[in-house]
């Protein structure tokens, strides 16, 4: 039925091109475009005042039969307008007035706390910014009701009397946005009392934190490691939760037309807090990495990761002396880092992938004892410390570096020996002379020898050949 209607419809609209133009009071300039609209479509109400001819040029024409073929048609179609008009009306006005009525119910709740205020003040300014178009809005809705009144287009009557008290409503809705404008300076100062109040409150919990901060436990030694972090950890959420009430109670203010709100020692106090946290962290992490490093079979540390350990705790030490009044932790968690570090040294040099076996006999001399390198072996850092490996660090070094000089020498010595595998002589035969040859070019095989001369040079003027 709908798409019968909107056919129907259709077929309407190309004959109210000819309708306009041959009805005396609708004719179209000559210049124009003829366009259809709504008001024309009401043009069907006149379509008995058809006269029975019409002069179009030099051409006259008569109506008679067009105006009998039309009258049924558009008359079924100025019912279905009939029809339509009224809904399209009914749901102009109910979407405006829900929105005005959303609009005077929001504004008419009291704010009763420094959230719902600044809740109120964007409503407010929603509001105004609404206007322009809540203005056009108003105006189609009356444009729909006067149409009806124009054409006699009969609807409800409960829903014009509704329509007729519209702008009683929007006036209403347009005197709560005045005045909840007039009133908001008055309610921003309460609620600025308000927030100075939650401000008083926040700084007293602060103190509370750090008091708690200031307990000696926190910077003595405790071998429950897990419990004092998990103080240290309660601390720290405690600061952050402050800090974001910190920053709400501030935001909240300047919404309000005040100033920022700042909690005194908040700051200091977070720095505080994440010191003391950071330092059983610390504690805890570099504990169980060095006794992870002392269990670990010798060949099997990874040399590079320990040294990133070393170097963060280093620094994460460095930053708790700065920040962090004396206690009796750091400087043996200090000691401990530079020990390592001391250790690390000799191990990496050992580590070294370039030592040969001449290079170990020489560790072992040196030393007094072998370093067992089969896959077997138990060796770890605790072996090579009571092999006194840190009082002969300086020579491990001097045999590491020159293993490494060695082995760069070595793959000089291999790329000369590679150039001369893929090095070909050409050979040619001499004259007619048979069985008898000589050397054809041999530009490329003298450079190649040039190129060794210098490299061999270079490997011979090493103070490192005679290893």
Partial sequence: ???????????????????????????????????????DILLLFHLPMLKPDRSVGVLKL?????????????????????????RLAADAYNSFMNKVSDYRERLGHQPSSPEEFVAHLQLVAEVEA???????????VSAFYDLLDEFGVSAPAEEVAAARTMDVEYGALRDAAWAAESAKDRQAQAFLQLIEQRATELTAEVAKVRGAEQQDILLQE???????????????????AHQATAEH????????????????????????????????????????????WQGTQFFELDVLQMQDQV???????????????????????????????????????????????????EIADLLGHQVDRTPEATT???????????????????????????????????QVADKWRGVELEVKKFKEVKDVYILGEVEDVLQVLEDSRITMSMIQASRYVAG
Avoid at 130 to 140: L, N, S, V
Avoid at 332 to 356: C, F, G, M, T, Y
């Fill in 1 to 39: 039925a709908t798409l019968a209607r909107a056919f129907a419809a259709l077929q309407a609209l190309q004959c109210l091109l000819v309708i306009k133009q041959l009805l005396p009071f609708a004719a179209v300039p000559a210049s124009s475009s003829p366009r259809i609209q709504v008001s």
């Fill in 130 to 140: 609404q206007r322009p178009a809540m203005d056009k809005q108003f105006d189609a």
């Fill in 311 to 361: 170097d963060k705790v280093a620094r994460q030490v460095h930053r708790l002396e700065r920040g962090l009044p004396y206690n009796e932790l750091l400087p043996k968690l200090r000691d401990s880092v530079s020990q390592w570090q001391e250790i690390l040294e000799p191990i990496a040099h050992l580590r070294n992938p370039q030592l040969r076996e001449r290079h170990w006999n």
């Fill in 380 to 414: 770890n850092i605790t072996t090579l410390l009571d092999m006194q490996i840190l009082h002969h660090k300086d020579r491990i070094a001097v045999i590491s570096n020159e293993a490494t000089q060695e082995a760069a020498l070595e793959a000089l010595l291999a």
């Fill in 249 to 292: 109670i501030s935001n909240m203010s300047m919404q309000c037309g005040g100033g920022p709100v700042i909690v005194a020692e908040l700051e200091q106090l977070a720095a505080d807090v994440e010191l003391k946290h950071l330092l059983w962290t610390v504690q805890q992490e570099w504990s169980t990495a060095t006794s992870a």
């Fill in 222 to 240: 405790n071998e429950d490691l897990t419990s004092i972090i998990a103080a240290t950890a309660e601390l720290v959420a405690q600061v952050k």
């Fill in 62 to 86: 008569e109506l008679d039969r067009l105006k009998t073929a039309l009258h049924p048609f558009p008359q079924h179609c100025l019912s279905e307008l009939h029809s339509l008009l009224p």
